[in-house]
């Protein structure tokens, strides 16, 4: 008997702006025991499936069009608030994607896992907060009872995490529901976290629904998955199915679109573009007796033509050390020199020609294109400021530069409003090609965006990149990303180059100890047997 | 905690200073002695009533002998009034005004909250505008339109109640203190919705409800706390607002407090009288002001945390 | 790579800018459409006052005395027997006057202040925001009525005044708005470009603020009008011979037992415009506040 049986879900919202189905007829079973994963991008309408059931839906604007969702006998969709109620963190419990706006930064987390023990089982403070304790310890908090009265900012992204499976699974629910759960996390603390779900789903017999939009994160662990794409359920089966033989194209698509293989290692001559000496950027934040070391001697060489991955979690530096490189960010010691000048003692119009020389592609595609502006006017900025060319032969030189990055002529007049996640990006990277810089520092350019959005920008990155001869820094958390462009790699770990070397050695030799567990964190181990 | 309370008084003490300078030297520079618009006055007598209020002296020392009185707590003679320092006076009018702010702010809070609160639950309905377009007219009618027209149709034209005095008759205070908390309440209202809805967006909202807890809960539990925090900022400047609002309201019902004193104080050039009010008004506002600041700060944990000093 | 060389802009598709998608949501709020045309109407009939007022401003009619409304006098007339409804008009001129002029006035000190305070940074914001602390935390209101009462009932110097309490907040206002855009990537992104810091304010960073600013400039003016209101009930603002709407209410305050319609006419003046003010305030904030859509 399944856990949960869902039969032809419909949910559509209906806003001044217009109408819009988000999902469309999905049915899918989950079974007591095992994990079962909804895969999809955004918009694909994973997430409001499991929202409407729990009736997590605000009904202005959404609305239930039809189907059904039965748990133990009863349909869900059916029941009334009150009986919904009764149901919500008590027999099906959630946990969601980012644990410090998840959690009320006002309670004592004490307080708030005990709330529905005491709400749903009546228990006692007194009951309620042995019972709370002996949960924090079973999710690996260290000295849960000291920690009971703490509050949320106390603790780290991954500790608040367990807080929050914790308060999930107080009250013994016979289904978890999952969103995102280890998106907002570090790879190594993402790996500890899929670690726990997987030995809780088992020590305790319960099922899980677990929702993401990343297919090797849950390769490792799920029993069955299930493909959306626009609302529709596309194809599910078990994971050698999906993976080994997966039907349908959009499947196929989101499984091409996985980082994969390597860089052809074509031999990079040894002729440093950039020569970084004991760089050290140290903030001084006014309320901390301490500076924040972001980074802290480092010293590196990125030769001509190479792509240099940097990697590293957050609070690494490596998204520091690359604007320092920019002169972006203060540098309080050391030297960047750059084709034999050091850049750090440059100030005005020495530097503003060097300027022209290394440009910068940002991570957050909506925040990296300034929204008054029309595209014409982002691509026009850079050419005519360092007068690549005159204002004649500006139209011709933006039309080359919208054809270069992909992007239709006809748009050249929208607002970055008006474009996806992924066209934004393409604009982003149309600026820093406009000045033919030598240099280009990618800042986790595609991690904000979607997976299959993902594959293609880093396809173009790559062709721009040998077209151009192009000498790229390119910075990310995801290794397999880096793997998959990167000719060497430098790995980073709090203001630290703790290891750094051609791409395969890193990958298949790693030496130093952090190294070795950032590369047994990469989920999808499925995947690449 | 407690060394961000010290920052802030040491932060206060200074701006007290200047008030107080700045009141003295503004007060004594306008043109015209307190004992020029009298009756004519002999030059001898003149120069005997100046001594005696030490008006002869060179400025500056009038300026010391001034802080040193204050610092004894001594605010000086009035002028207007020979025989009656400006102790005596602040005094005798202190309760009633206080009071009359205290009831304004109550029926401040009590409306406000509730209106604002009520209108955060569900937004753009009945339930939200109703309560909004009240508060707007709250605010957009002064306490000296509003004073005037609840006295024409509750004291004159249905006689409900009493228009003037404090405390004379049973009644009395209840149009004065309408009058002051109206447009308070109606910014509270306001600031109460729009911290309620900010809250009520918040992930962990979702997170109440994805527990069960009926909505009652979940809005008084988790949303008050962090939707309040902007009234209790507020009620520092509210403070202040209540206090400039009680000359008006004071005048309109001939309330014997301290503001309508500042005010006559003003126009008689009461130079002690003024300087007095002004000193002892705005080291009440100061003092105001810093408690609203140092407990809106304790109430967010994050806030609390920093200044006890690490994270875990 | 594609030989046509020349972009034909005709073909482009126009993109529709965050303030136009901003104005089509403002012009579906009625309430603010509605308080933006009384406004507007307000002005215009302030402007043009002297020529289409229906009585000479200085006109008294002792015989006639105070009368209620009627049709050679719409709003009635006072106890000089002169036309209410003109004494509104000139009366509506300074209040408006005040209350745009002395906004005016805060919002270009303000914003300057805050502009620089917020984009320069470090010390420099230290200092000028302290300073702005300081003043804040003196009990304006007290000051105000001070003034006024040393330095006599001087017009100017109420603009100033009132001026001068209200740029402190608008100073804050621009100041955070200008550090939060500061750290914008694109902001981080001109910077990389190598454009000089005055163009980055001019072309990357007020665009940008502008949004904020404008709408508690329109919530500014209701404020500054309520406090020369204040001021002039008092007696410690504008003085006869000229009239505001703050004097009209006193004088009808004190006669409204029996000529009510003194106290109405100008208070409902005021309040209908505070009204409008209020509530286009409020749609240009509902209006503004997306910051384009996300994905």
């Known amino acids: 008997?399944?856990?949960?049986?869902?039969?032809?879900?419909?949910?559509?919202?209906?806003?001044?702006?217009?109408?819009?189905?988000?999902?469309?007829?999905?049915?899918?079973?989950?079974?007591?025991?095992?994990?079962t994963a909804i895969i999809g991008e955004s918009g694909s309408g994973k997430s409001v499936s499991c929202y409407a059931m729990l009736g997590l839906v605000p009904t202005p604007p959404g609305r239930i069009d039809g189907g059904s969702a039965l748990f133990e006998g009863a349909d869900l969709l059916a029941l009334g608030e009150r009986e919904l109620r009764a149901i919500r963190g008590r027999d099906i419990a959630m946990i969601f994607q980012d644990p410090m706006t998840c959690l009320n930064p006002f309670m004592a987390i004490g307080q708030q896992l005990i709330e529905p023990l005491r709400l749903h089982k009546g228990l006692s403070a007194k009951d309620a907060k042995i019972r709370a304790i002996e949960l924090l310890d079973e999710v690996g908090i260290r000295s849960p009872a000291d920690t009971f009265d703490s509050y949320p900012h106390e603790f780290s992204g991954g500790m608040r995490q367990r807080v929050m499976i914790a308060m999930a699974l107080i009250n013994e629910p016979k289904l978890l529901i999952a969103d995102e759960p280890t998106t907002a996390l570090d790879v190594t603390i993402q790996a500890q976290i899929l670690r726990l779900i997987a030995d809780l789903q088992k020590n305790r017999d319960i099922g899980v629904l677990f929702i993401s939009h990343d297919l090797a994160v849950v390769a490792d662990i799920a029993d069955q998955i299930i493909v959306m794409e626009q609302g529709v359920m596309v194809e599910h089966g078990s994971p050698d199915a999906i993976f080994n033989h997966a039907q349908h194209p959009y499947t196929q698509k989101l499984l091409a679109a996985i980082p994969s293989g390597h860089r052809t290692a074509e031999r990079i001559k040894p002729d440093p573009l950039i020569a970084v000496t004991h760089l050290r950027t140290w903030f001084y934040p006014s309320n901390a007796r301490e500076p924040v070391k972001a980074v802290d001697d480092v010293s590196l060489e990125i030769h001509r033509g190479e792509v240099l991955g940097l990697v590293g979690e957050s609070g690494s530096g490596k998204s520091t050390?690359?604007?320092?490189?920019?002169?972006?960010?203060?540098?309080?010691?050391?030297?960047?020199?750059?084709?034999?000048?050091?850049?750090?003692?440059?100030?005005?119009?020495?530097?503003?020609?060097?300027?022209?020389?290394?440009?910068?592609?940002?991570?957050?595609?909506?925040?990296?294109l300034n929204p008054r502006m029309t595209v014409y006017d982002t691509l026009a900025e850079p050419l005519l400021l360092h007068k690549i060319c005159d204002r004649k032969n500006l139209d011709a030189a933006i039309a080359t530069l919208m054809d270069d990055v992909g992007l239709a002529r006809a748009f050249i007049r929208k607002y970055p409003h008006e474009f996806s996640g992924g066209q934004r990006q393409r604009i982003a990277i149309g600026r820093a090609l406009a000045t033919?810089?030598?240099?280009?520092?990618?800042?986790?350019?595609v991690s904000a965006?979607?997976?299959?959005?993902?594959?293609?920008?880093?396809?173009?990155?790559?062709?721009?990149?040998?077209?151009?001869?192009?000498?790229?820094?390119?910075?990310?958390?995801?290794?397999?990303?880096?793997?998959?462009?990167?000719?060497?790699?430098?790995?980073?770990?709090?203001?630290?180059?703790?290891?750094?070397?051609?791409?395969?050695?890193?990958?298949?030799?790693?030496?130093?100890?952090?190294?070795?567990?950032?590369?047994?964190?990469?989920?999808?181990?499925?995947?690449?047997? | 905690m407690l060394r961000f309370m010290l920052i802030r008084i040491l932060q206060a003490l200074p701006v007290i200073f200047v008030v107080i300078t700045a009141t003295f030297f503004l007060v004594r520079s306008?043109?015209?002695?307190?004992?020029d618009q009298e009756k004519v006055v002999i030059p001898e007598v003149k120069k005997a009533l100046e001594a005696q209020y030490k008006l002869d002296l060179p400025l500056h020392e009038q300026y010391f002998a001034y802080l040193g009185d204050l610092a004894q707590g001594d605010l000086g003679p009035s002028f207007k009034y020979p025989g009656r320092s400006v102790n005596e006076i602040l005094f005798s009018g202190l309760p009633v005004t206080a009071e009359l702010g205290f009831y304004a702010l109550l029926i401040a809070l009590c409306i406000g909250v509730t209106a604002g609160v009520f209108a955060s639950l569900r937004p753009n309905t009945a339930q939200d505008y109703i309560p909004m377009s009240l508060a707007m007219i709250g605010i957009c009618?002064?306490?000296?339109?509003?004073?005037?027209?609840?006295?024409?149709?509750?004291?004159?034209?249905?006689?409900?109640?009493?228009?003037?005095?404090?405390?004379?008759?049973?009644?009395?205070?209840?149009?004065?203190?309408?009058t002051l908390g109206s447009a308070y309440a109606a910014y509270i209202a306001r600031l109460s919705r729009a911290g309620m809805l900010e809250i009520l967006s918040q992930d962990y909202i979702r997170t109440a409800r994805a527990k069960g807890l009926p909505e009652w809960l979940v809005v008084t539990r988790h949303a008050l706390r962090g939707g309040l925090i902007p009234v209790i900022a507020f009620l520092g400047p509210a403070f202040a607002g209540l206090l400039a609002g009680s000359f008006v309201v004071e005048t309109i019902f001939q309330i014997p407090g301290l503001g309508r004193f500042y005010v006559q104080a003003a126009f008689n050039r009461d130079y002690t009288m003024i300087l007095g009010t002004t000193v002892f008004l705005s080291t009440l506002i100061v003092f105001?002001?810093?408690?609203?600041?140092?407990?809106?700060?304790?109430?967010?944990?994050?806030?609390?945390?920093?200044?006890?000093?690490?994270s875990r | 790579m594609s030989t046509e060389t020349s972009l034909s802009l005709t073909d482009a598709e126009q993109g529709s800018s965050l303030w136009h998608d901003a104005w089509i949501r403002l012009s579906k709020n009625k309430m603010a459409v509605g308080g933006g045309c009384i406004l507007l109407t307000f002005i215009l009939v302030a402007l043009l006052t002297p020529w289409i007022a229906p009585y000479s401003y200085e006109a008294q009619n002792l015989d006639l005395g105070a009368s209620p409304p009627s049709l050679s006098h719409w709003l009635g007339t006072d106890i000089f027997g002169r036309d209410v409804l003109t004494q509104i008009m000139y009366g509506g001129r300074v209040s408006l006057a005040v209350g745009f002029i002395a906004t005016g006035v805060a919002l270009i000190i303000g914003v300057t202040w805050g502009a620089v305070a917020g984009y320069v940074g470090g010390r420099i914001d230290a200092v000028m925001m302290r300073l702005v602390d300081i003043l804040y935390a003196l009990p304006f209101m007290i000051f105000i009525v001070l003034l006024m009462v040393i330095f006599g009932r001087n017009v100017l110097l109420l603009f100033l005044a009132i001026g001068a309490v209200e740029w402190l907040t608008m100073a804050r206002i621009m100041?955070?708005?200008?550090?939060?855009?500061?750290?914008?990537?694109?902001?981080?992104?001109?910077v990389s470009l190598g454009l000089s810091p005055a163009t980055i304010i001019r072309r990357h960073v007020i665009p940008n603020a502008l949004g904020p600013i404008i709408v508690y400039t329109t919530l500014t003016i209701p404020s500054v009008m309520l406090l020369e209101a204040f001021l002039s009930f008092l007696g410690l603002g504008i003085q006869p011979p000229q009239t505001s709407w703050g004097l009209l209410i006193s004088y009808g305050a004190e006669t409204m037992e029996e000529y009510p319609w003194l106290l109405l006419f100008p208070g409902l003046a005021l309040t209908i415009t505070l009204f409008s003010l209020n509530f286009l305030g409020d749609g240009l904030r509902d209006a503004l506040d997306v910051r384009g859509s996300k994905d």
Request: net charge negative; aromatic share 8%; hydrophobic share 45%.
């Open chain 2, 288 to 310: 105001f002001n810093l408690v609203s600041d140092i407990t809106a700060a304790w109430l967010n944990p994050r806030l609390r945390a920093q200044f006890k000093g690490g």
């Open chain 1, 436 to 445: 033919k810089p030598e240099f280009i520092v990618a800042d986790e350019p």
């Open chain 2, 141 to 178: 009618m002064p306490s000296f339109l509003l004073g005037p027209l609840l006295v024409l149709v509750f004291g004159i034209w249905l006689d409900w109640l009493p228009i003037t005095g404090w405390g004379d008759i049973p009644g009395d205070k209840i149009l004065p203190s309408i």
């Open chain 1, 321 to 368: 050390l690359g604007r320092s490189l920019l002169r972006l960010a203060p540098i309080t010691e050391g030297s960047v020199v750059f084709d034999g000048t050091d850049l750090t003692q440059l100030e005005g119009n020495p530097l503003k020609a060097f300027r022209r020389r290394m440009q910068m592609i940002f991570q957050d595609p909506f925040a990296s």
């Open chain 1, 449 to 529: 965006l979607d997976v299959t959005i993902q594959a293609q920008i880093l396809e173009l990155l790559v062709a721009l990149g040998r077209e151009h001869g192009l000498t790229m820094l390119f910075v990310s958390h995801d290794m397999a990303v880096i793997r998959q462009i990167a000719d060497r790699v430098m790995v980073m770990y709090q203001g630290k180059l703790v290891e750094q070397g051609d791409t395969e050695e890193i990958f298949g030799h790693p030496r130093e100890a952090y190294t070795q567990s950032l590369l047994a964190s990469i989920p999808g181990v499925a995947l690449s047997a």
């Open chain 1, 1 to 35: 008997m399944s856990l949960l049986k869902v039969d032809n879900l419909s949910v559509s919202f209906h806003t001044r702006n217009g109408s819009h189905q988000a999902v469309k007829n999905v049915s899918f079973t989950v079974e007591p025991r095992e994990i």
């Open chain 3, 175 to 190: 100041r955070s708005q200008v550090q939060s855009l500061r750290q914008q990537e694109f902001v981080e992104a001109a």
């Open chain 2, 30 to 35: 306008a043109p015209g002695g307190p004992f």
